[in-house]
């Protein structure tokens, strides 16, 4: 069992800035890969980025330029977020793959509003 836990989330300006971290319950190089998804209203979730534990990433057409994926070979992960736009509004949520089994975190909302 893996626990993943979400912080960072809020209310940002259109063009602010936000860094979302996911702390997990274990080591996260004996992940597989670990993602950012996003939901937005009416929406189904969506890949945002992800990390393979050879560190490769890879991001969504929507958030390239803007979104970096990043982690500290230890228990943490990151999403910076720059220039963000009102329909990068949505639940963020952490993602980790082990042994083919997808774990998930409960989620934090982003709001990109004036």
């Known amino acids: 069992q893996v626990q993943l836990v979400e912080s960072g989330g809020g209310l940002v300006q259109p063009g602010g800035s936000l860094r979302l971290s996911c702390v997990a319950s274990?080591?996260?190089?004996?992940?597989?890969?670990m993602g950012w998804y996003r939901q937005a209203p009416g929406k189904s979730r969506e890949l945002v980025a992800r990390?393979?534990?050879?560190?490769?990433t890879n991001y969504a057409d929507s958030v390239k330029g803007r979104f970096t994926i990043s982690r500290d070979n230890t228990k943490m992960m990151f999403l910076q977020m720059e220039s963000l736009k009102p329909e990068d509004t949505a639940v963020y949520y952490c993602?980790?793959?082990?042994?083919?089994?997808?774990?998930w975190g409960q989620g934090t909302q982003v709001t990109v509003s004036s």
């Open positions: 993602q980790g793959q082990r042994d083919h089994y997808n774990y």
């Open positions: 274990i080591s996260i190089l004996r992940l597989e890969v």
């Open positions: 990390i393979f534990s050879g560190g490769s």
